[in-house]
C-alpha cells in the first residue's frame, strides 16, 4: 500500500504537510498519510468541513484523528475598537477574498460572485474602492473584534477539538495593541 511505504520511509522523520491545499482530497490524504496539518480556515467555520475530510482519510488508514496535529490558520484582527479591528481586515479580504474557494467562503454564507465588485474594482486598480466594498459578512472571514468578540470564535474553535490556533494578518490596526490584547486577554483565558 502506497501510504504505509510512505510512512515507513519517513519512520525515521515525522512526515509534515505544511502546504495549504485546499481540497478534500487533499485534507484526505493529509488524515491518510500526514501527521500534522495547518489548513486555511477562512472563514473559522470551515473547520468542521475539514476535519470531516481528514477523519476519512485516517479511517481509511486505520488512523486516529485524534492522533494528528491539526493546527488552524485563521485571519485574526483585535483592538478595544471592533470597528478599527474590522477595518485592519479590508485590504487583506479584498484581495484574497475573491480567490477563495467556495466550499471555504459558503460557510458563512459568501458565493464567489459577491466578491464580484471587488474584482471589477481591482481589474480598474481602484484599490481604495475595493477596500470598501468590504461587507460586514465578508469580514466573518477572520475573527475579529474586541477580544471578548476574539474569544468567542476562538473557544467556538476549541471546543471542536482544533489545538493549535496560528493568528495570521492583519491582526489588529496597532501593533502594540494587539500584542497586548493577545497577550494580557486572549492568551491567559484561554489557558484557564
Known amino acids: 500500500m502506497v501510504n504505509k511505504k510512505i510512512r515507513e520511509d ?16 487533499m485534507f484526505e490524504l493529509t488524515g491518510e498519510i500526514v501527521d500534522e496539518r495547518l489548513p486555511l480556515l477562512f472563514p473559522p467555520e470551515y473547520f468542521d468541513e475539514v476535519m470531516n475530510h481528514i477523519s476519512t482519510g485516517a479511517k481509511r488508514a486505520d488512523r486516529r484523528p485524534d492522533d494528528l ?7 485574526f484582527s483585535v483592538s478595544r475598537d471592533p470597528e478599527a479591528a474590522k477595518g485592519a481586515l479590508r485590504e487583506l479580504v479584498t484581495y484574497y477574498g475573491p480567490h477563495l474557494v467556495p466550499d471555504m467562503i459558503g460557510r458563512i454564507g459568501l458565493t464567489s460572485q459577491d466578491f464580484d465588485p471587488i474584482r ?20 466573518q472571514l477572520a475573527i475579529h473584534g474586541t477580544p471578548e468578540d476574539c474569544l468567542e470564535r476562538i473557544e467556538g474553535l476549541i471546543e471542536k477539538v482544533l489545538r493549535h490556533v496560528r493568528f495570521e494578518p492583519p ?11 493577545i497577550g494580557e486577554e486572549i492568551i491567559p483565558h484561554i489557558r484557564k
Not at 519517513?10 to 482530497?25: D, E, V
Not at 496535529?69 to 485571519?75: E, F, N
Not at 491582526?171 to 490584547?181: F, R
Open 10 to 25: 519517513h519512520c525515521a522523520h515525522k512526515l509534515s504537510n505544511h502546504n495549504h491545499f485546499q481540497c478534500a482530497r
Open 69 to 75: 496535529d491539526i493546527a488552524g490558520c485563521i485571519w
Open 120 to 139: 471589477e474594482a481591482l481589474s480598474e486598480r481602484d484599490h481604495a474602492r475595493a477596500k470598501s466594498l468590504m461587507t460586514d459578512e465578508m469580514a
Open 171 to 181: 491582526l489588529g490596526p496597532s501593533p502594540v495593541e494587539t500584542i497586548h490584547l
